[in-house]
Structure formats: C-alpha cells, structure tokens
C-alpha cells in the first residue's frame, strides 16, 4: 500500500440520512491510493456503521469503519489522531460532504508541498434548498492564495477554522492533549491546541467543505446554543487556561493568534446570553464573564471584534436590555 498522504476522520454518530453522500464524496479514481478515509462510529443506533462497511467492502485500500463507544466529537477526532497514517490530516463531518473536484485539486497539492497548514475556502450549504446559504463565511480575504506564509506574517490577520484546515497529523500528536469528550464545541479546542506547533501556512482558494446548514438539533442554531451554554462556556475558560500552561513557550505571533479565536469565543458566549429573555439572569453572568476575562487575559479580552460587544462594555452592560431586545429580530443561526 502507498504511504498515505492525507487522512480524513470522519466523525459519525446517527448520520444515516448522510453519510452516504459524505462517503461519495471521496471517490475519485486519481486519489483513492493517496487518501485513507476512517469513518469513527461514535456508538451510533441507526445504519451508520452499515454503510460505512460497505464502502470500507468495496474500497478497502480507502475507507476504513472504526466503532467505539459514545464520546462525543472530540472523542472520535482523538481516536482519528491515533489512528491516522497520513502526512495530513482533515476532519469532515458526517453530515459534511466536500466538493469532489476541488478535494482531489487539494489532494494533489499535499503531494507537492511541505507546510505545516492548509487553509481552504469552504461553503455552507441550506439543508432544505441546497444552495449557498446568505451566511457565508470569507476566512482568508486579505491574503494571498497559494503563497506560503510564516505564523507571524498572519497572526492577527486570519486563523483557519475547522472546516477548513488541512494540518501535518505529526503537529496533532505533538500538541499532547486531547480535545474534551462529550462535550461540544470543541472544534475550537482542536484549531488552537497544535498552535504551538506550528509555522507555516499556505492557502486554498477552491471551497472544498460543504457544510450543512440547516439540520434538526444543529449545535450552531440558536436554541443548541443556549442548551449547550455551559459546553461552550467550558471550552472558552480551557483554552484560556492553555494559554496561561503554555505561556513561557508560545511566541508573541503564536500569543496574538491563540487570542484571536479566545477574543472570537468571548464574543460568540455573549451572543448567547443575549438570545435569552431579559429576565434569565444572563445580564449578571455576561458581565461577571467579561470582568473575569479582562482580569485573566486582557489580550484576548481586547481581541474580541464584535462591536455589539465594545458597546455593552462602553455602557457598564447598561445597554444589555437593548441588545436583548435587537437580538430577536436577528438571525436564528450563529
């Protein structure tokens, strides 16, 4: 067999309606010996594990079904880590699909290349009319595609989100810590903990990722948000604590980076507390939490971008009444 040059985890857990699309994906005749494809089974109930067999059955030398207990996300991308034999390492959810063209165009730039990141445009789709949704992300404006570029040159600038990061599997194993289990959110755990690890970036300009807009009990809508406040909450305060366990080692461009998606986190948890009703309570703990971080982190409290936040702080939180009252005629996904 091939030295693989990039594994793809697929995290899946009741993705019947799914995976099959998911799987398809992958298949392309110029790429299937350079990729493994492992399908983690995160305990599933439904015919997850029965679908991916039958293309591990019929492509043996791609697609491989690990099955586990249930852990939750990060428990299956942990296991993925372990398990990967690629150069590089993708997750793509299994309700996720990828653009089968652009992946193989991508495939075959990890063959020549040898830096530590890929950054790759993505696009999220609308579940019920599988069109481009009006929220669409532009991650990397600004830069340059295809030119390599150095941690200093783009913190502060940009960060790769997971959907559209492609990353050495060697840097995940030398972060030494695992992404949380049963726990969501921790997407963010697994783009910020190799940090420390990394140099040198390159990217993508062709949307790789489809990612599903739009499904029942999505974790980004606005009610898993506030069912899964504390999930989110916990996250947050675990990577501000791994800024303060690593800080004698992280470089000022690797501090400023880290921060960033803290200062994002910050923002998206006082989002939260804004789509509850004024009298939940969440006035008290969005300022508490604020306090708490200008206190601990006062750089990641200054990254935070988002103005709604700046004026609640401008306000002593005065204006948090407001903010509630505008949040409802908002968006429903975040």
Excluded at 40 to 62: A, M, Q, R
Aim: proline share 4%.
């Amino acid at each position: 067999m091939n030295k693989k040059i990039l594994t793809v985890v697929v995290p899946s857990y009741n993705v019947e309606a799914y995976l099959e699309e998911t799987l398809l994906s992958f298949v392309h005749p110029d790429i299937m010996e350079d990729i493994e494809v492992l399908v983690v089974n995160d305990g599933s109930l439904d015919h997850t594990e029965k679908i991916g067999k039958w293309f591990e059955d019929h492509h043996p030398e791609t697609f491989r079904v690990i099955t586990k207990e249930n852990g939750g996300h990060g428990s299956t991308i942990n296991r993925g880590i372990s398990e990967a034999k690629g150069k590089y390492f993708k997750v793509v959810d299994g309700d996720d699909w990828v653009d089968t063209e652009n992946f193989r165009r991508l495939v075959k730039l990890l063959k020549r290349l040898d830096v530590d990141v890929v950054g790759s445009n993505y696009t999220m789709i609308d579940h019920e009319t599988r069109r481009p949704a009006k929220l669409q992300e532009n991650p990397f404006d600004g830069l340059e595609y295809g030119r390599v570029y150095h941690l200093e040159d783009i913190a502060g600038k940009t960060s790769v989100p997971m959907h559209a990061m492609t990353i050495k599997t060697e840097l995940l194993r030398r972060m030494k810590v695992k992404l949380d289990e049963h726990m969501f959110y921790v997407d963010m755990e697994y783009i910020t903990f190799p940090i420390p690890y990394v140099d040198t970036f390159l990217f993508f300009e062709p949307s790789v990722y489809r990612y599903r807009l739009g499904l029942p009990n999505q974790s980004m809508s606005i009610k898993k948000m506030q069912d899964n406040m504390k999930n989110h909450l916990r996250v947050l305060l675990r990577l501000e604590r791994y800024v303060e366990h690593m800080s004698g080692r992280l470089t000022e461009a690797q501090r400023i980076y880290i921060n960033d998606i803290i200062g994002w986190m910050i923002g998206s948890q006082m989002k939260i507390y804004i789509s509850f009703p004024l009298n939940s309570g969440k006035w008290q703990e969005a300022r508490a939490l604020d306090a708490y971080m200008k206190k601990r982190n006062p750089d990641a409290w200054k990254s935070v971008k988002n103005k709604a936040v700046w004026l609640l702080r401008y306000s002593e939180f005065l204006l948090f009444p407001a903010a509630v009252g505008t949040f409802k005629f908002r968006r429903t996904l975040y």
